[in-house]
């Protein structure tokens, strides 16, 4: 093959597309057996820049293979491979017996000719490859771009391995951070997005909500400044805290400016707007507090949406002497609220006001609270979008014949049940004295499921009401089975409930217990 044919076959072949879709050992393993072959060597190695940039470690090889089971380390500017790293520049060694050469290896594999480029990305080191003939050579010029070439393929396949394997880290930190859904919360409809910046895979946006004491409903939405790793770290930080102080039943401003203190001393990188609401169902309230952010639309029950009033707060981290005023809104049953960071309404070329009236025209146009935010994505942010976005619609819904719905199989879990079991009755028409003695009865059924039917994991049990003519039917399901009472006053939640309750019945069986209470509601019997 004529000289120029051969060159251009060589080329191909470290630069074959095809070698993209390799992993990143299979593919420097590759490169390496190709590159013995091109120039007929009998070893090729990579070694690779250590993250303290004072060593090359070897990664593959080939005909020495020694050099990475044995981790073989090379300081940059010793020996040949450190030589080269630090000088930048190929380097050839016709001799190995009369020069430097720190790795035992070369001379006990018995390499006489040694040739080594280094491997570059944007002039920058990041390691060498070097090949080695077992007889005496001079490799030519022609050679060693050839294997220059090579090693620029190699480093271009590395850097892209490691962006890969960072996205691919903080796409899972990201998941676990920030749930792609809003779920669980029992009596409240939720419904999430989240989306990046155009280029990154992490950032600071975020969403969350979780239940308080007295059965109340926080949602919150924060932008934390910057993207990346650190943003991440900041808003994990955040949501910790924020869920710890809102447990210790701060109210929503001390929550917020507890919260504030500790971003404060995180530093001016901490910096984050927050939008805080606590949503009351059996009030039909909301408490919010707005620390620098966008204001929260609300959707009333007949499908207007407006704007809560803006507080004007500093930024969490702005101050911290900073304080925040927790203002109450009204929020009948079948009302929306909707949170979001300013990357949804903000956009070059057009004011703010602008964006905040269109999702106000957005909300007009969907009931369903996924299809809500759907829509808002598609229609606001079609495409690239240059912040992040994060967004969170919550309803407290309307109240059916029918309430269904499950628990952890926790204590804290009583509560909600008797938020919502208070707030169903009510609607049906109960009286005080009748929603007391079927919230009891249904309480002590629910206390059973969470303290005789489990053992330690994750267990939940559910809650299933119905309302016909005039009589109200509870059944309540566990997966588990109710152990006998301990101790000498146990053992009388069952003669309570039949004494609350007109009829009592209880299954066990092997997949579990079912209690299911019926009583007439006496003014609907009356009627």
Known sequence: MPTDERVLAALQRVTDAALAHLSEDDLLAELLRRITEILDSDTAAILLLEPDGEFLR??????????????????????????????????????????????????????????????????????????????????????????????????LAIEQAALFEQRRVAEALQRRLLPERLTGITGLELASRYRPATGESLGGDWYDAFMVSGGRIVVAVGDVVGHGIEAAAIMAQLRTALRAYAADGHDPSGTVERVNRMMWKLGPTAMTTLAYAVIDPAGEELSLVNAGHPPPLVIRPDGEPDYLPLQGGLALGASPLASYRCESHAFPTGSTIVLYTDGLVERRGRSIDEGLEQLRELAREAYDLEAL?????????????????????????????????????????????????????????????????????????????????????????????????????????????????????????LPLMRALMEQVDVEHTNEGTTVVLERSLNEAAAA
């Open 58 to 155: 070897a990664r593959a090889a080939r005909g020495i293979e020694e050099e990475v089971e044995q981790g073989v380390r090379i300081p940059i500017g010793k020996g040949f491979a450190g030589r080269i790293a630090a000088e930048r520049r190929a380097i050839f060694i016709e001799d190995v017996d009369h020069a430097d050469i720190l790795n035992p290896i070369l001379r006990e594999k018995g390499i006489r000719s040694l040739l080594g480029v280094p491997l570059l990305i944007e002039g920058r080191v990041i390691g060498v490859m070097h090949v080695g003939s077992l007889v005496l050579r001079e490799f030519t010029a022609g050679e060693r771009d050839l294997l220059q070439l090579a090693a620029d393929r190699a480093a």
């Open 373 to 493: 935010c759907s829509m808002v994505m598609e229609r606001m942010a079609p495409g690239d979008t240059p912040d992040d976005i994060a967004l969170a619609a919550a309803r407290i819904p309307a109240l059916t014949d029918r309430l269904s719905a499950r628990w952890p199989a926790e204590k804290e879990a009583l509560v909600g049940v008797r938020q919502i079991l208070r707030r169903w009755l009510r609607a049906h028409g109960a009286t005080e004295d009748e929603m007391f003695d079927i919230t009891v009865a249904s309480q002590e059924a629910c206390a059973n499921a969470v303290e005789h039917a489990y053992g330690p994991g994750q267990c939940t049990f559910g809650i299933e009401a119905t309302y016909s003519a005039g009589r109200v039917r509870l059944v309540i399901t566990d997966e588990g089975r109710w152990r006998p009472p301990r101790g000498t006053h146990r053992g009388r939640g």
